[in-house]
């Protein structure tokens, strides 16, 4: 009784289609214009976007097909495994099924193929030789390097500096696969320059990483752009994710009661969680959705819901979502992925109407969850999965509390092998809670555009 138990689908079993969120939300808030504040135009997208993104980012269809060549590449590592924990759960003493579904056996360590594989497909089919992007702690940088090789292009990531310093191995699977990876703030942009010289030892963040790189693109046509996060389209693409796992709760006999992901730029969590929320919407199965953030950047539990840009200067339009301000400096946790300012539009919609729930964890109380599970599973979670792994703790804990039998089920978004420096830290009791301040918050939210804030 104490063993793990792994369900695993067939090959067959890979989605043939992408499941869209914004068909499931009727209602969403258009992007804006920040110089109109009209609804953007198709062409001002498509000045980033390969026309396919476009339309899969503004369509309200319930799904889009996925390309022969892109299935083709998932073939690698989906589907994904689900495990029962069994050993955690028996070490918890908790009544509760907890359930995981492990994006870590993707090539790069994380989810984030499923959506860096079709975008530089379709940037590819577009003409485009090169791409540009952002990324936080690494993952979406070293997706699209992996991507980019398979595909015959380049690639230049712009890294948040203080996730460039603590984790140099994710840079270098970045420049295995022919990347290259900058620091951000840096002084190859005007962007950057900018955050420079108003703070030469800023930390970085995603909007500075953002701006950076979106000023790139422009500087450049034959340059790509493409997004890691948020953005439906992306959003879309880790569908896959809650796809295979309804499929696999299937294969165990059971449905879960609760559906928890980690919350950063969202998409993960709404790849996971809202095929849940489009079977509750059909079939009347109740779930509860709970996003899992870090107290250090709280997005959804302090944010407010306004139009606002998704980077720090101003290049993006605008999008009706929980931001703490498109300025806000978050704290330097080690789960770089969830250092986000604003979080995807669907995600802050479910969150708004009632349909997902939301908490925020500490960084220490997370990696102690993140140790339990490595010894009971095995499996060594990322610095951002940890929180899915803590909220799930919790829940199995309120479970025996009660002696209530619910089952559970989070998302294991990646392992944390290229991580150990966090739980180097965590181990000789170095790793502290990074606060918030009222300041800091405060700032951030000041930043937000009051001309289009609701």
């Known amino acids: 009784m104490g063993e793990q138990i792994k369900f695993q689908l067939r090959e067959d079993d890979i989605p043939w289609t992408w499941q869209n969120g914004a068909a499931d939300l009727p209602g969403m808030a258009p992007i804006l214009d920040p110089a109109t504040a009209a609804p953007l135009k198709r062409d001002d997208l498509a000045r980033t976007m390969p026309q396919q993104l476009v339309d899969q980012e503004l369509s ?141 030892d800023h930390p970085g963040s995603l909007g500075v990483a953002k701006s950076e790189a979106l000023q790139a693109v422009f500087a450049d046509g034959s340059s790509g752009y493409a997004r890691g996060s948020a953005l439906n389209h992306v959003c879309a693409h880790q569908s896959v994710i809650g796809q295979e796992a309804i499929k696999q709760m299937d294969l165990a006999d059971d449905y ?115 140790v339990m599970f490595a010894r009971s599973e095995g499996i060594v979670p990322a610095p951002e999965s940890t929180h899915a792994v803590r909220a799930a703790v919790d829940e199995a804990l309120r479970c025996r509390e009660e002696g209530v039998a619910k089952t559970i089920l989070f998302g294991l978004s990646g392992h944390g092998n290229f991580d150990m420096a966090a739980y180097e830290q965590y181990f000789a009791g170095r790793l502290r809670d990074d606060t918030l301040s009222a300041e800091a918050l405060a700032s951030g939210l000041a930043s937000i555009p009051q001309l289009a804030a609701v």
């Open 60 to 200: 309200t269809a319930p799904e889009f097909e996925i390309p022969e060549a892109v299935r083709e590449i998932y073939r690698q590592w989906r589907p994904t495994p689900m495990f029962r924990a069994r050993r955690l759960e028996k070490a918890l003493g908790t009544p509760a099924r907890i359930y995981y579904k492990y994006e870590g056996v993707a090539p790069t360590g994380s989810f984030k193929p499923n959506s860096a594989v079709p975008q530089v497909y379709y940037n590819k089919l577009a003409g485009r030789q090169r791409l540009v992007v952002e990324t936080g702690a690494g993952q979406w940088g070293s997706a699209i390097a992996f991507a980019a090789a398979l595909f015959d292009m380049t690639a230049k990531v712009y890294m948040v500096k203080v996730s460039y310093q603590q984790k140099p191995y994710r840079r270098s699977i970045m420049e295995a696969f022919g990347t290259e990876c900058t620091p951000s703030p840096s002084s190859e942009t005007a962007a950057g320059r900018a955050v420079l010289a108003e703070n030469p």
């Open 256 to 370: 879960p009661d609760i559906v928890i992901g980690c919350a950063g730029g969202g998409s993960n969590l709404a790849g996971l969680s809202l095929p849940f929320l489009r079977e509750k919407q059909r079939t009347g199965k109740d779930v509860r959705l709970i996003a899992a953030e870090p107290v250090a950047c709280p997005t959804l539990t302090q944010g407010r819901i306004a139009y606002d840009y998704a980077d720090t200067r101003q290049l993006t339009p605008l999008f009706r979502t929980h931001t703490l301000g498109h300025r806000f400096i978050p704290p330097a946790v080690h789960a770089g992925g969830l250092r986000a300012h604003n979080i995807a539009p669907l995600v802050s919609r479910a969150v708004e109407d009632g349909l997902m729930e939301a908490v925020a964890l500490r960084q220490t109380e997370c990696f102690q969850a993140g």
